[in-house]
């Protein structure tokens, strides 16, 4: 027989050619094919129209908040709240440093994660948002007339304001709960052994009441709680109104070690405190005044200037002497989101580390607490019986349960940051209808409206942790980002990814229609009530006052004045007091000079900034308009002369306008 | 003239009395950074509208600033609005084809002046510039428009009555129209009526 070269290798190859395309698809779906339909042409928004929702989305470990417009994703703006913004002053300019004082001095940075909505019958009204300081604790009270940080106020007795700023339906109160339990009072009640913790660290919530005709906020009282971390909260409503639920970690009381320590017991609690009885019991002088050291700042309006205000004490109220303000309701696995449903009538626990999302029945929980039904107590505190409280439980909802928004239909949905996925369910039958994946780890979620009384529905937003490989590359340092997904049909859709500054935790979203008609224009110049305000040019001038000089300088398209200053001598803290002469929409003046070591000016039409200028140097220093203002901003500019310590040279400064009719 | 000439000639006569209360003419801009547009409307005795920031724009190209006391015309506007009024009325009561073409005459007179005068302001306005103007175009005047719409620089500049202006043409209008009705009947016919 002839041996004839065996073909049989060729079928080989094509055989392990064609399985290769085989082999890959079994891998897990690509998740560029995850967008189906026209998602385009649901997030596409013309050039020149209008969004129809604003996001408000906390910046996180930015310590600003940023607004998104949706459904297209773009950035609007990022609004300076605990962080300084060199780009428009915030915290260099003599005006603004005051917003960033607490009793630990300036602090320029901070951590913020939640945006909470003022709300007027359980429904947010569009005036405000909240949001918390993580790391210095604090809150912040944001104008949406102007949207710029009208007030900060630190609260004392507290270390990690995370569980905070949650709402109540009519903006009564707003919570801050501490995440770190601390030892309190006196120095030497303070120094103490960290394993002395169980006898010596406790925690606290502080209830806010913000003034929304002022624009402050001040601490109402405070509640003394037992060692736990606080993590989230959120109000009751409806039936449940006059009731908060706090979910709690670390009931261990561990001080070391959290991730191992912390993870030991079965449940947790949600603390549920009956806020109307502490109103009560505060109003009552049942609480005790005790150290609590805390500033309240407070930018106002008409005089373009913030200032602080150092409060020494808070009222305190001890539930160890008041009985009723607090329950325990027993919570699978050191529950995240703490989240109550549109009718008031339920509260879901999101156990990060637990494979059910038990939803408790407010019902059921007054009929425990009426018929005492409890396991026990923890730290005096009653513990309602699990099965007398719970409605049931939404079983294999996915991996990792972090928190839980609603629609206006009756679903809920809530993120799964290990098995990174929104999950859709029935909160009346608690049956799973919906799943869809996030890119990747997604920890808050958004429903425009998602925790009022009446959502508005249409769109969920999926905020995530991990983005890797969905934008191109920048290196190790990625953008973060968020996701749309719309939620009109009975499956939710992926539409958008849209990067976010800073890294996103909770967020608002509000009808556009709600608050863009609010939008201030600009500052009327009469109404400027500034102490160093110039209201024309003919009012600018230099004074000297010992080593302080002060401008008092304008700007208008396309010059300052004054514009030429002589007399400046080192040594001198030179105050560059600059207003913005404009009348109309966007037309900002920028002011920046050489050498500063803290940033420009941008100053609104009508409004008066301070730039403190310490010069280093003699010789002549030029400063110009930062912002291009017309087509004369280049040529907007001018120089300040420094002499030396000592020099006879005469504080002068030219004046004469450019256009005396302006 | 007949009853209903008289009516219609008293009727066109008080009608110009809105003159007092509402714009007379109106001229609006529109540039690319000004959609919304702005807006400088005059009344009998003052202009209201965008003026500042139509005086902030227009002193980079050296046009004068408005204020309302370069204007006599607002001082007197007022008694020529009253004797245009006045005299409407009295043709009506006089009830003479002469009275009402008297009016007639006055109304045109009033008219012709008017825009002649505004013309003439905006003439001096638009080529009255300063010479050390930021923005100096050879040859470019800034004159508005007398009526409709012209280009300058980047503005688009419409000129039009505003609701005063309206009732104004529509008031000669109906005096023209009186007056034809009437020059039509027979001379001897309404004499011997009257």
């Not at chain 2, 109106?26 to 959609?35: E, G, M, S, T």
């Amino acid at each position: 027989m002839k041996r004839r070269p065996s073909h049989s290798a060729i079928p080989l190859v094509i055989t392990a050619g064609l399985a290769l395309p085989l082999v890959q698809g079994c891998k897990p779906t690509n998740t560029k094919t995850a967008v189906t339909g026209d998602a385009a042409s649901k997030v596409y928004v013309a050039p020149g129209k209008y969004d129809e929702f604003y996001n408000f989305v906390s910046g996180g470990f930015s310590g600003q908040m940023s607004v998104y417009g949706l459904p297209s994703g773009r950035l609007l703006r990022d609004i300076p709240v605990f962080s300084v913004d060199p780009e428009n002053g915030w915290g260099y300019s003599e005006e603004t440093k005051p917003m960033l004082m607490t009793t630990h001095g300036f602090i320029p940075w901070d951590d913020s994660h939640h945006v909470e909505a003022s709300m007027t019958n359980g429904v947010p009204d569009g005036k405000f948002m909240f949001i918390n300081g993580n790391n210095t604790p604090r809150v912040a009270m944001i104008d949406l007339k102007t949207f710029r940080t009208a007030s900060i106020i630190e609260i004392p007795n507290s270390a990690g304001n995370h569980s905070s700023p949650f709402i109540t339906p009519n903006s009564e109160y707003l919570v801050a709960g501490t995440r770190f339990s601390v030892p309190m009072g006196t120095d030497a009640q303070r120094d103490v052994p960290i394993d002395s913790y169980k006898e010596n660290f406790r925690s606290t919530i502080s209830f806010v009441k913000p003034d929304t005709a002022a624009g402050t906020m001040a601490i109402a009282f405070q509640i003394k709680t037992p060692a736990v971390d606080f993590d989230l909260a959120h109000a009751g409503k409806g039936p449940s109104d006059g009731w908060f639920f706090f979910s709690t970690y670390n009931t261990e009381k561990a001080h070391d070690l959290l991730e191992v320590n912390a993870s030991q017991r079965d449940k947790d609690f949600i603390m549920a405190v009956n806020w109307k009885k502490a109103e009560q019991y505060a109003k009552e002088g049942k609480g005790k005044m005790i150290d609590g050291k805390h500033y309240m700042n407070h930018y106002d309006e008409s005089t373009h200037m913030a200032s602080s205000k150092v409060v020494d004490q808070v009222l305190q109220l001890d539930p160890a002497e008041l009985t009723d303000l607090l329950y325990f309701m027993p919570c699978p696995k050191s529950p995240h989101g703490c989240d109550v449903d549109p009718t008031g009538e339920f509260i879901v626990g999101s156990g990060k580390l637990a494979a059910t999302l038990p939803v408790f029945s407010f019902a059921k929980m007054q009929k425990a607490i009426a018929d005492k039904s409890f396991e026990g107590d923890y730290d005096g505190i009653p513990v309602l019986k699990y099965e007398s409280v719970l409605q049931g439980e939404v079983k294999k909802p996915g991996l990792g349960p972090l928190h839980t928004e609603f629609d206006n239909n009756g679903f809920a949905y809530s993120s799964m940051f290990v098995s990174s996925e929104i999950v859709k369910w029935n909160v009346k039958t608690l049956e799973v209808v919906d799943r869809v994946p996030t890119y990747y780890s997604i920890g808050h979620l958004c429903v425009p409206g998602g925790d009022s009384q009446k959502p508005w529905g249409k769109y969920v937003i999926a905020y995530n942790k991990i983005t890797k490989d969905r934008y191109l590359p920048t290196g190790p340092e990625l953008t973060q980002s968020a996701q749309l997904y719309s939620i009109d049909g009975p499956k939710m859709e992926l539409l958008l990814d849209f990067p976010t500054t800073g890294e996103p935790h909770y967020a608002q979203a509000l009808p556009a229609d709600l608050v863009k008609g609010n939008s201030k224009k600009f500052f009327k110049i009469e109404d400027n009530k500034h102490p160093y305000a110039t209201k024309g040019e003919k009012e600018a001038k230099v004074v000297r006052e010992g080593n302080k000089v002060h401008v008092y300088m304008t700007c208008i398209r396309s010059h300052f004045a004054p514009d030429n200053i002589e007399g400046v001598k080192m040594g001198d803290e030179v105050y560059f007091h600059v207003t913005n002469l404009e009348q109309d929409w966007d037309v900002p003046h920028g002011f920046a000079i050489k050498g500063a070591p803290t940033a420009e000016l941008l100053i609104m039409p009508g409004e008066t900034q301070t730039l403190k200028w310490v010069p280093q140097s003699v010789g002549v220093k030029p400063f110009y308009c930062t912002d291009f203002c017309s087509a004369l901003h280049q040529e907007m500019q001018g120089y300040i002369r420094v002499s030396p310590a000592g020099s006879t040279v005469p504080l002068t400064a030219n004046t004469k306008s450019a256009d005396a009719g302006l | 003239m007949r009853p209903i000439s008289r009516i219609l000639t008293a009727f066109a006569a008080l009608a110009m009395v809105i003159n007092l209360f509402q714009p007379i003419w109106r001229i609006d801009l529109f540039a690319p950074q000004y959609p919304e547009g702005l807006v400088l409307q005059i009344f009998h005795d003052r202009f209201t509208g965008n003026v500042d920031q139509i005086n902030g724009l227009n002193h980079y190209i050296g046009m004068a600033t408005i204020h309302n006391d370069m204007f006599p015309e607002f001082a007197i506007m007022r008694y020529a609005i009253g004797l245009l009024v006045g005299w409407g009325l009295l043709a009506a009561l006089i009830g003479r084809r002469w009275a009402l073409a008297s009016w007639l005459f006055t109304l045109f007179a009033f008219v012709i002046w008017a825009m002649w005068d505004m013309y003439s302001w905006g003439w001096n306005y638009g080529h009255n510039l300063d010479p050390h103007a930021a923005i100096r175009i050879e040859g470019m005047a800034y004159q508005p428009p007398l009526f409709g719409h012209k280009t300058l620089l980047n503005f688009e500049a419409w000129s039009f009555p505003d609701v005063g202006g309206y009732v104004l043409f529509g008031s000669i209008a109906i005096a023209v129209m009186v007056f034809l009705y009437e020059w039509k009947r027979p001379r001897n016919k309404q004499a011997a009526k009257n």
